[in-house]
């Protein structure tokens, strides 16, 4: 994953936001982890409340959602695929 050593590189701000329970928001941050990334993490009910989520990403947004350098990549699935290319 290319994209991975370059956010290794810049030192990118990272910021991802999930919930207990997720096995998505699990996926990513062990993907991150794996590739010695750091990130900030945000958990539903101890760092933000469900309002502010949906204000931020919208009433149909899913877990989890990633933030690189302040720019929406998406949900597990965007961000393996920005990753990749």
Known sequence: MKHLQKLK??????????RSGCIFCSRIID??????????????????????????????????????NNKLVGGYDDTVKLLSE
């Open 31 to 68: 993907l991150f982890d794996e590739n010695s990334v750091k990130y900030i993490n945000y958990c539903l009910d101890k760092d933000f409340t469900r309002e502010k989520f949906k204000k931020m990403f919208g009433q149909n947004a899913t877990f989890p959602r990633v933030v690189i």
């Open 9 to 18: 590189d810049k030192k990118g701000k990272i910021v991802i936001f999930t």
